[in-house]
């Protein structure tokens, strides 16, 4: 997997003057909005990922609500985001999880063919197959969810379908071994866990900027050490 275009600085990637794609949910979308409980502007992922790599373009294709998987509640998922806004680029990210477990969103299986959008994995496949028909050099990178504790979801409950948050992370894991790519997992690297939640959230799920600064820490050096 990579593309010819990426250079290394040792032992680090060089991604000085590069461009990507981000997709998510609205952890992924607050970058650069102000928040609504103290009109803080957010320092999020892409500014803070932009400022340490050296990006030029992180365009940010998050959307507030939205799982990975079509048919929720919500509505449209980040697959119909993928499918309608990606280009080729230096670098895609889709992130995902945390709705798609709110939303009691079916986790589903791998397929070969014939990939269920309505389902967590299938919506992933979905989107995967996509961006490797349209660019098969693509640099993928997906993100698995953080820990939660919001409204009575959080790591130790079931959704209304009995799955807990880490069976959609071990989804995530499982379809980055099947497509061989590098899966950042914010459920055990990102620093934040129940017990500090409160610190580096405002509400049990979303990121304060102290709590996007303790996320990139690790996020930034996962990308800086890609092997593409």
């Not at 969103?105 to 959008?117: N, T, V, Y």
Request: some cysteine; aromatic content about 10%.
């Amino acid at each position: 997997m990579g593309r010819e275009i990426h250079e290394r600085v040792g032992n680090k990637m060089d991604w000085s003057g590069k461009r990507g794609q981000w997709f998510g949910d609205s952890i992924s979308e607050q970058d650069g909005k102000p928040y609504s409980d103290t009109g803080e502007i957010a320092i999020g992922y892409q500014t803070l990922v932009k400022r340490a790599l050296g990006f030029s373009h992180l365009e940010n294709l998050a959307i507030s609500g939205r799982p990975v998987a079509n048919g929720s509640a919500n509505g449209s998922g980040t697959v119909s985001t993928v499918l309608e806004e990606y280009i080729p680029s230096d670098l895609v990210v889709i992130a995902g999880g945390t709705n798609d477990y709110r939303l009691d969103r079916k986790i589903g299986k791998i397929r070969k063919e014939g990939f269920d959008e309505d389902t967590f994995i299938g919506a992933f496949q979905t989107a995967i197959e996509h961006i490797k028909k349209t660019n098969p050099n693509q640099v993928i990178v997906l993100m698995a969810p953080l820990q939660r504790d919001k409204d009575g979801y959080n790591c130790q409950n079931p959704n209304l379908i009995g799955n807990y948050l880490r069976d959609y992370v071990r989804a995530i894991l499982e379809i980055g071994n099947y497509y061989d790519l590098p899966v950042w997992n914010g459920y055990e690297k990102s620093g934040v866990n129940e017990a500090n939640v409160g610190q580096f959230t405002y509400d049990g799920l979303h990121l304060n900027n102290k709590g996007y600064e303790r996320v990139c820490a690790s996020l930034i050096v996962f990308l800086e050490r890609l092997n593409c």
